[in-house]
């Protein structure tokens, strides 16, 4: 028989979910009062979460120990497995020394550091999150920026706070997509109400970065960029989600915010260029001129890897690399071992999608790149060794953090919060953002957020009047803001940021600007719900479908051929371009470039 959730424990909501919250006010005040490393703050939470789960919940044992074994399995994969693979990428383009011309590149378009961060962290981060999402953002331009040679802190600082304006339409839509299965609320409805939400966050994020790098006054300096970046993402995300639905705004949003962003820096130079206080002068050396085949080769890493991420998230290739290369089972001892509050079975089916998971992309992308950038295969052996020492204590973390991810999530203790938010009427839009926010910081998906909150969003809007599309889109709104102070995006940003150990000074860092935007968006919902109601997009709810069809692989396989074709011909093109002997003042020098 099952174990049966209880909700309210004490038979008041308002003490219980004081009691639910304990082991989340203890990661904040282990990581802000106490400084402790982000492993040890994720396992004394998980003893404490368990503790609760059984002597207040009532949870058995075996099920409060299944239940958190469970979700440090999906920690190792795939979470685990595209913070390693995106890190032995970057690091094999700085072992190759192709990332000194990367450098020296960036240096061409601007050296000044505030305008990098739009590129790399805001524009180039988005275009990630769009295509791969699920923590490769972070970890690959964390990594890149303090391979430009920025201060780590704000490396994965800065990259963790600009991986706001994209998460809600991450991985091709995915988290909207999952809003609308939960809710049956159409997805273009629920993209549309993101999409006059959002738009707003973009516009500011990029002064909100600059201000937090350099200050008000260096700001003032770059405003026109600022400008040029933040409204033309915007503009673009406005119109693709409100038009073209939630598979693109971030893919065609980041490169678009790139593209007129370079080309202002083509007629457009600051004043001053601005770098770090105590910073070392820069010593690239621009006498030294790259060809274009130079440059070609020493991005194609990243270029190889936009296709294949892109091709990735392509339906049909995703259902052929599943039908090929998938294990799934029953977790045992967990699988409907714990009904919900209404008696239905909760599922606990693990995926090992071995072939279309992100991280398998990102692994991809890196050996083929391996022979194209000149090194060896021997030579990239020793490098993931060295990825997986430099993980090593990142890799406990993120385990850690979803193990207790799901021992609340089972247990019921993240519900009382919920239904204690819930309870609070009128005034419930204002909270529909935190419920969000709550469900990434602690599962570090806004997928997994709205497929766990997003039901209750819709009957809570529903029986105060409020139309539930404002409210679930606010679930996903709130949930942007949580990504980065959750503890699994901490863990990869100071991994990939080289602040392995120092998590505590990565949250501390980022925890007020999460609150700041998160009362922002607050306040918007608020208005949109009983002030700007013209702003709801108008729909009807979806008909459940109960016949599912089966996938036609053909079109997957054809996509995949094509994707061989593409690849070949890049690799081929690179190599051919680059046969050619280097003269002299054209060789790589890794110690020239700095």
């Known amino acids: 028989m099952a174990w049966k959730q209880v909700i309210d424990p004490f038979n008041n909501i308002a003490l219980s979910a004081l009691v639910a919250v304990l082991p989340i006010l203890f990661i904040f005040w282990a990581l802000i009062i106490k400084k402790m490393k982000g492993y040890k703050a994720s396992l004394f939470a998980i003893l404490i979460a368990i503790i609760i789960a059984i002597v207040v919940y009532g949870m058995p044992i075996p099920l409060a120990l299944l239940s958190t074994a469970n979700g440090a399995l999906y920690g190792l994969f795939p979470i685990c497995w595209i913070v390693i693979t995106a890190v032995f990428l970057f690091n094999i383009t700085v072992e190759s020394g192709q990332f000194e011309i990367i450098k020296h590149f960036m240096a061409s378009i601007t050296s000044d550091r505030r305008l990098q961060a739009l590129l790399i962290a805001f524009s180039f981060g988005s275009f990630l999150e769009g295509t791969a999402g699920f923590g490769a953002p972070v970890a690959i331009t964390a990594a890149m920026l303090v391979g430009l040679g920025f201060n780590p802190l704000y490396a994965a600082g800065i990259c963790l706070i600009a991986n706001t304006a994209p998460v809600a339409f991450g991985a091709i839509g995915i988290p909207i997509t999952v809003a609308s299965q939960v809710t049956s609320i159409p997805e273009m409805a629920i993209s549309q109400m993101v999409g006059r939400t959002l738009p707003i966050l973009s516009v500011l994020l990029p002064f909100y970065l600059v201000i937090l790098m350099s200050g008000y006054k260096k700001t003032i300096e770059v405003v026109p960029a600022i400008l040029v970046s933040g409204i033309s993402f915007a503009l673009i995300q406005w119109f693709s989600s409100n038009y073209l639905g939630p598979a693109l705004p971030d893919v065609i949003a980041g490169i678009g915010s790139i593209v007129a962003l370079i080309i202002f820096l083509k007629f457009w130079k600051p004043a001053t260029t601005w770098r770090f206080p105590n910073e070392p002068a820069p010593t690239i050396n621009l006498e030294v001129q790259y060809t274009t085949a130079q440059i070609i080769k020493a991005w194609s890493p990243f270029m190889l890897l936009t296709i294949i991420i892109i091709a990735w998230g392509m339906q049909p290739i995703k ?276």
């Open 319 to 594: 259902e052929v690399l599943n039908a090929v290369g998938q294990v799934q089972f029953e977790f045992p001892g967990l699988h409907n071992a714990i009904s919900d509050k209404n008696g239905n079975l909760l599922p606990h089916i693990y995926k090992f999608n071995y072939l279309s998971a992100a991280g398998t992309a990102i692994l991809l992308s890196a050996l083929i790149s391996i022979p194209v950038i000149g090194l060896k295969f021997s030579e990239a052996g020793k490098i993931i060794i060295k990825t997986l020492n430099q993980l090593k204590y990142p890799i406990i973390t993120i385990a850690s953090v979803l193990g207790f991810a799901y021992i609340v999530n089972d247990s019921g203790i993240t519900i009382t919060m919920a239904e204690a938010l819930a309870n609070t009427g009128f005034l419930f839009p204002f909270f529909a953002p935190v419920l969000g926010w709550l469900g990434v910081f602690i599962t570090g998906s806004d997928t997994s957020a709205n497929a766990l909150f997003g039901k209750l969003q819709a009957a809570t809007a529903t029986s105060i009047g409020v139309d539930p599309v404002v409210t679930v889109a606010a679930n996903v709104s709130g949930g942007v803001v949580g990504k980065m102070i959750s503890p699994q995006s901490i863990a990869v940003a100071a991994a990939a940021g080289q602040l392995v150990g120092k998590e505590s000074e990565l949250f501390r860092f980022t925890v007020k600007h999460s609150f700041i935007m998160l009362i922002f968006i607050c306040f918007i919902v608020l208005a949109q719900a009983y002030v700007f109601q013209w702003l709801i997009p108008e729909y009807q709810n979806l008909v459940p479908n109960a016949s599912a069809a089966t996938p036609d692989l053909t079109k997957g396989y054809t996509y995949l051929l094509l994707l061989v074709v593409a690849i070949a011909a890049l690799a081929g093109v690179i190599t051919v371009m680059t046969r050619k002997k280097l003269i002299p003042n054209e060789t790589i020098k890794p110690g020239l470039v700095k």
